[in-house]
């Protein structure tokens, strides 16, 4: 049974990675930037490193999923946190498949209300610790992002307009070195010295030769995305594993090991089921540019960064969507894909009932086969 309830919470960090990797690099493949395969391993490698240092920076966010939602009075079995595991799966598996991006934050919360309203009734909730230290902070969170990008497009589409044309240049240059012996004879001896320029992209081409060139702005949009992508599974990576502790299956002593198997799943749904919500994010929602990418990533990596120094349990679906949305509008009405959008928050507002309904259902049948 044990062994079951892991693989299941394996499951559920395969298809949160699957479906929340696009969050981070939706921007990279919309602006033309990078293609859909390399954004995929570069998420996958920023996921996995989140994941892991999520054992050591987001205790906070542990605590809240683990004891923070329903009644410490209730004698859970191991067939709750096998009940959430099969409800977050079914419903984020379900929402990827569709390309449809949501939030697994919103879907944990409604597969553990889902048991407990089933089989325990609602006063075994703690409707104001969820209010307050979840809910809230998930309702606020896409309008924070959708405001801070319609607000600062215009500023920051000129600037990075301006810096565009600056670029880091690298290129190795031959040394030569002179010694001189005790008998007088001298020998010389040349070595290869690495050089690095901060210019614009002609004065690079023109002073020194061949060159490594990246585009400011470019590194900027990669270094964001990664910022991203890490920020997501340090604040998804402790809400997950927590489902594995909310019943006395597992100790506290497996928690490294948990971790470690979450990440490494996380990785791997990132770059294997990635795809489809990252070309709805990146190409359905509006059209962008470089400088468009840059400024909806860096709102939202301010953002979830932001939320994980706190513990507040923000869902970077809402923030990235928000972002984009909020960039989109501001840079264009019309071309935003409003049908879409209207399809996304149906999605969201109906995560969270459909989660607990597949939840309490499976709650239900585990109970029934015992």
């Given at each position: 049974?044990?062994?079951?309830?892991?693989?299941?919470?394996?499951i559920?960090?395969?298809?949160?990675?699957?479906?929340?990797?696009?969050?981070?690099?939706?921007?990279?493949?919309?602006?033309?930037?990078?293609?859909?395969?390399?954004?995929?391993?570069?998420?996958?490698?920023?996921?996995?490193?989140?994941?892991?240092?999520?054992?050591?920076?987001?205790?906070?966010?542990?605590?809240?999923?683990?004891?923070?939602?329903?009644?410490?009075?209730?004698?859970?079995?191991?067939?709750?946190?096998?009940?959430?595991?099969?409800?977050?799966?079914?419903?984020?598996?379900?929402?990827?498949?569709?390309?449809?991006p949501?939030?697994?934050?919103?879907?944990?919360?409604?597969?553990?209300?889902?048991?407990?309203?089933?089989?325990?009734?609602?006063?075994?909730?703690?409707?104001?610790?969820?209010?307050?230290?979840?809910?809230?902070?998930?309702?606020?969170?896409?309008?924070?992002?959708?405001?801070?990008?319609?607000?600062?497009?215009?500023?920051?589409?000129?600037?990075?307009s301006?810096?565009?044309?600056?670029?880091?240049?690298v290129?190795?240059?031959?040394?030569?070195?002179?010694?001189?012996?005790?008998?007088?004879?001298?020998?010389?001896y040349?070595?290869?010295?690495?050089?690095?320029?901060a210019?614009?992209?002609?004065?690079?081409?023109?002073?020194?030769?061949?060159?490594?060139?990246?585009?400011l702005?470019?590194?900027?949009?990669?270094?964001?995305?990664?910022?991203?992508?890490?920020?997501?599974?340090?604040?998804?990576?402790?809400?997950?594993?927590?489902?594995?502790?909310?019943?006395?299956a597992?100790?506290?002593?497996?928690?490294?090991?948990?971790?470690?198997?979450t990440?490494?799943?996380?990785g791997?749904?990132?770059?294997?089921?990635?795809?489809?919500?990252?070309?709805?994010?990146?190409?359905?929602?509006?059209?962008m540019?470089?400088?468009?990418?840059?400024?909806?990533?860096?709102?939202?990596?301010?953002?979830?960064?932001?939320?994980?120094?706190?513990?507040?349990?923000?869902?970077?679906?809402?923030?990235?969507?928000?972002?984009?949305?909020?960039?989109?509008?501001?840079?264009?009405?019309?071309?935003?894909?409003?049908?879409?959008?209207?399809?996304m928050l149906?999605?969201?507002?109906?995560?969270?009932?459909?989660?607990?309904?597949?939840?309490?259902?499976?709650?239900?049948?585990?109970?029934?086969?015992?």
């Open positions: 049974m044990d062994s079951t309830l892991l693989l299941l919470v394996l559920m960090a395969f298809y949160n990675g699957a479906n929340d990797v696009s969050k981070g690099v939706a921007t990279l493949c919309g602006s033309g930037l990078s293609a859909y395969r390399g954004a995929l391993i570069w998420g996958a490698v920023w996921t996995v490193a989140g994941a892991i240092t999520a054992f050591f920076l987001a205790s906070g966010l542990f605590k809240v999923f683990s004891n923070g939602i329903v009644s410490a009075d209730l004698d859970l079995t191991v067939n709750f946190p096998m009940a959430v595991a099969i409800g977050v799966s079914t419903w984020v598996l379900f929402a990827t498949k569709a390309g449809m949501v939030s697994t934050t919103h879907s944990i919360i409604g597969s553990v209300c889902g048991p407990v309203l089933f089989s325990f009734g609602p006063s075994m909730i703690l409707w104001g610790s969820l209010g307050y230290k979840i809910l809230i902070p998930l309702i606020l969170s896409p309008v924070v992002a959708f405001l801070i990008a319609a607000v600062i497009y215009k500023r920051g589409y000129g600037l990075l301006r810096s565009s044309r600056y670029c880091l240049c290129e190795t240059r031959e040394n030569v070195c002179c010694d001189t012996s005790g008998d007088g004879q001298a020998a010389a040349s070595s290869q010295v690495p050089l690095a320029k210019g614009t992209v002609k004065d690079c081409a023109e002073d020194m030769g061949s060159f490594l060139g990246m585009d702005n470019d590194m900027i949009h990669w270094i964001s995305s990664a910022l991203i992508t890490f920020a997501r599974a340090l604040n998804d990576t402790p809400k997950i594993v927590a489902v594995l502790f909310a019943s006395a597992f100790g506290e002593g497996y928690l490294r090991f948990v971790f470690l198997l990440a490494l799943l996380m791997l749904g990132s770059f294997l089921g990635g795809a489809r919500v990252t070309e709805t994010l990146a190409n359905k929602i509006t059209v540019d470089r400088h468009d990418g840059v400024i909806a990533n860096l709102c939202t990596a301010f953002l979830v960064v932001f939320a994980s120094k706190f513990g507040m349990p923000v869902s970077t679906t809402h923030v990235s969507s928000g972002s984009i949305i909020g960039m989109g509008l501001r840079r264009s009405y019309s071309m935003v894909n409003k049908k879409l959008i209207c399809e149906l999605a969201w507002i109906i995560t969270l009932p459909a989660a607990g309904a597949l939840s309490g259902l499976a709650y239900i049948a585990l109970n029934k086969l015992a």
